[in-house]
């Protein structure tokens, strides 16, 4: 278990694996934000958590990892950056499905430390070249790009070029990342996917619902053409 000094009336908290997948479930991302003297065991527990991405759990927990290396940057930027070494060395290991969920988490990274974008954002985007690695990659440059666009925009071309791949998945988080991007070179690629009745699991606000390749293409063509949704 881990200690935290971060408890209310100053007592001493333990956290557990346990007790994180609790946090998490309850989405109490400040508790873990806080635990000032246990940050690289919690980032361990939390990628440790992120690999099954059916689970709400799982995205949770790709989400507070960004949260958290946000928080810790500042006071200990050696843990957040010894973490992203991990997960490269993770995904460049022949360890099976253990990488995966890498490029977002990496995402999530970014997303929270604008200092690191210059030296990782490249390298996720390189990462689209790995076929079961694209789909994360559209939803990391999605998400950097809902926060700062003008990281990613170069990409757009890349993203664009997934809106008619065979993965619904991989169609659904480019037609996604495109819309994030104001990519306004992908609107007549949308509209010929506008109907598109495939299912892809979606997170958003702390929740994964099931969308429709379609319905998320719409979304991104009301934030390209507004005029005209």
């Given amino acids: 278990m881990l200690k935290s000094s971060s408890g209310k009336h100053g007592e001493t908290i333990m956290f557990s694996k346990k007790m994180v997948v609790g946090l998490l479930m309850e989405k109490r991302y400040d508790e873990l934000i806080g635990c000032s003297s246990g940050g690289r065991r919690i980032l361990s527990m939390l990628i440790s958590l992120s690999y099954d991405k059916k689970d709400v759990i799982s995205w949770r927990a790709m989400e507070a990892i960004g949260l958290m290396t946000g ?21 460049r290991d022949e360890s099976g499905g253990i990488g995966w969920s890498v490029p977002e988490i990496l995402g999530e990274i970014v997303r929270n430390n604008h200092e690191l974008s210059v030296d990782i954002a490249p390298v996720i985007a390189s990462f689209h070249e790995e076929k079961m690695l694209r789909a994360g990659v559209m939803w990391a440059i999605g998400r950097i790009g809902k926060v700062n666009a003008g990281t990613m925009e170069y990409l757009a071309p890349v993203v664009i070029s997934y809106l008619d791949a065979p993965d619904p998945a991989l169609r659904g988080y480019a037609a996604w990342a495109a819309g994030e991007l104001g990519a306004v070179g992908a609107v007549d690629r949308l509209e010929k996917i506008k109907n598109d009745a495939d299912p892809v699991p979606f997170y958003e606000e702390g929740e994964l619902n099931e969308k429709t390749v379609g319905e998320i293409a719409t979304r991104a063509l009301a934030k390209l053409k507004p005029e005209t949704h």
Avoid: K, S
């Fill in 71 to 91: 928080a810790i940057f500042g006071t200990d930027p050696d843990i957040v950056r010894n973490t992203v070494r991990r997960l490269l060395w993770m995904i």
